[in-house]
């Protein structure tokens, strides 16, 4: 069992050598809690939660029940519900799952993921292209990782922008998910007058009697 103190709250895990960083809580976990704001009742998505620690750490502000944790591995999983217990928050769903693809909801405020290192990029490319559709229009996903390049030109190109914050050797991504907004343009309103030459007061278009 290993024991972290994060923000003032204080987290004792039990974890499993084969998972990631056994030991300790890994600095880039804390640098991207430290950057995140939580709110009650917000609805929270852990992307790979490992053995819990995102996941456990922001139910204690929004509330166990708004908060889902997902991994593909059957021992992180087993190990995030043993801690959730531990911590009296039973209430948190937790779920095993390659990725996205047993998460029916798609109203998350927060998917939090510190995603695993690939030099492919196929994992963290499935977190973030299915992670758009699971969230709420204005909820946003939060990363963190050692790589920048990748990360920020992939999330630019799913939300359409990206606030990247550099702390402790880590890169934190933040993107929103905005609304597509329909505007008339110039060209467009032009073009109307055009076409409304075309036709009568009836909305019918002119046609030339043929004799």
């Known amino acids: 069992m290993i024991e972290c103190t994060i923000n003032g709250i204080r987290l004792k895990m039990h974890t499993e050598s084969s998972l990631f960083s056994p030991n300790f809580v890994d600095k880039g976990t804390l640098t991207m809690l430290s950057k995140t704001e939580f709110q009650p009742g917000q609805k929270i998505l852990d992307l790979g939660c490992g ?14 029940e708004n908060v889902t944790m997902v991994d593909n591995n059957p021992i992180a999983i087993e190990l995030a519900k043993k801690n959730a217990l531990y911590h009296d928050l039973g209430a948190i769903h937790i779920v ?8 029916v909801e798609r109203d ?18 499935n977190f973030i292209e299915n992670g758009f559709h699971h969230l709420k229009y204005g909820g946003s996903m939060v ?6 390049q990748w990360y920020k030109n992939k999330l630019q190109s799913v939300f359409g922008g990206v606030k990247v914050i550099e702390e402790n050797g880590y890169y934190i991504f933040i993107s929103e998910k ?15 007058k055009k076409l409304q030459r075309k036709y009568d007061r009836t909305g019918r278009r002119r046609t030339a009697l043929i004799r």
């Open 178 to 192: 905005r609304a597509i907004r329909k505007t008339r343009t110039k060209n467009r309103q032009k073009l109307s």
């Open 96 to 103: 095993q799952s390659d990725g996205l693809s047993n998460i």
């Open 51 to 64: 053995y819990g620690v995102i996941g456990i750490y922001a139910a204690h502000f929004s509330g166990a």
């Open 108 to 125: 998350f405020d927060l998917i939090l993921s510190n995603p695993p290192y690939h030099a492919d990029f196929h994992v963290p490319k």
């Open 143 to 148: 990363m963190v990782t050692k790589r920048y």
